[in-house]
């Protein structure tokens, strides 16, 4: 049994859903469990609505959610004929969850609404492949994911119960084979006990899959992706980025610690835990080689880089000039964790901490306000965070040549730096 995965790139007009088909096609004689994403710009589009409703702009988040809806409407036009009732049923059964909601008044927190809006993404995209598969003759099955994945309610980043879920993998997934070679979920969401739609962070379709591996033991998982393997550099902005043909476990989660968005940081460890190989490949060109991503130590490795924009940098200085250690830390922490921030790199001085985050709006300002309490708060924003595993000194000329280096760390395999 194996796992895919395919991202919103993948299924981001109808010539590529139809891609999906073809690549599931020639695995017809394998038992598979597919996870698909929201279609491409989906989450975006879904966040906006989002954003126009918590803000009491309730007619603006209908007008956008209506455009999700055409969108959505206008690919089912082109996938199905015999099942196109059957499929615009379903999805106005999702349009519905989220219009009930859009018609209230926030009185829950924006990561809660965030939640209960942005899952539906991953249903509608989903349900609409299922009915394509169906209109194609690929047999297979179509369940909501939120029936299977159980997690608390830290919206936008929650927690997996793995109990529960695997007990529910065991009764609800597994038997399903017995019957059909495919069967076809969401990734991204799961559900709390009170049946309230959470998401498991931003790119956390590839943790999804990773979560089915690990508990159907699958012999391998492979994410479908728009690149060739995974690479040296994000190849949009980098030219000279270059194939890594292999990658450990350890590699991986290092690049993800630094924040490269090839693999969601959550994703290995579960595919670590029962040694099960993660196979990136191009959905664009199947018959690449990808990259495998295994136990195997790599070495000889080219320097890798991940380019964070969207900086802020913000110092923490003690108000009576006494060290920022111990007490003072250890509220600034609690404090981060409250607000559901963490720091992207960080650095101590006698009398103030310095951090580097992303640019979330809405987090950074309470952050500041609350910290101001506490501290002299001061913060610089529009900067980068460049970082470079297995660096050298020539590929450091190269990448910092006219930037300011405002704060710089360097181990003996990476470093770091926040430039403007």
Known sequence: MKVFKFGGASINSIERIKNVGDIISKHSNEKLLVVISA????????????????????EDALQLFEQVKESHLNVLKYLTVVNWKAAQDQLRDFFTEVEWLLQDKPVRSFDYYYDQVVCVGELMSTAMISHYFTEEKIKHKWIDVRDIIRTDSNFRDAAIDWRYTEQKVKEEIEPLFASYDIVLTQGFIGSTDENESTTLGREGSDYSAAIFANLLT?????????????????????????????LSFTEVIE???????????????????????????????????????????????????????????IQFRSKDFSFVEDKPIHQLHELFNKIKIKPNLSQNTAIS?????????????????????????????????????HYDEDTIRTLTTGKV?????????????VMR
């Open 39 to 58: 279609m491409g710009k989906t989450t975006n589009a879904l966040e906006k609505v989002v954003e126009a409703f918590f803000e009491g702009r309730k």
């Open 218 to 246: 699958a012999d391998s998982l492979t994410i479908w992706k728009d690149v060739e393997a995974v690479m040296s550099a994000d190849p949009k902005a980098y030219k000279n980025a270059a194939i890594i043909p292999a």
């Open 255 to 313: 690049m993800a610690y630094y924040g490269a968005q090839v693999i969601h940081p959550k994703t290995i460890k579960p595919l670590q835990n029962k040694n099960i190989p993660l196979y990136v490949k191009s959905f664009i060109d199947p018959s690449l080689p990808g990259t495998t991503i295994s136990r195997q130590p790599t070495k000889n490795l080219p320097p890798i880089i991940v380019d964070k924009e969207k900086q802020v940098l």
């Open 353 to 389: 901490l310095l951090c580097c985050f992303d640019d979330k709006a809405e987090k950074i300002e309470k952050l500041a306000e609350e910290a101001a309490q506490l501290f002299d708060v001061s913060l610089e924003k529009n900067l980068r965070l460049l970082t470079i595993r």
């Open 405 to 417: 280096i405002v704060l710089e760390q360097k181990t003996g395999e990476t470093v770091q730096m």
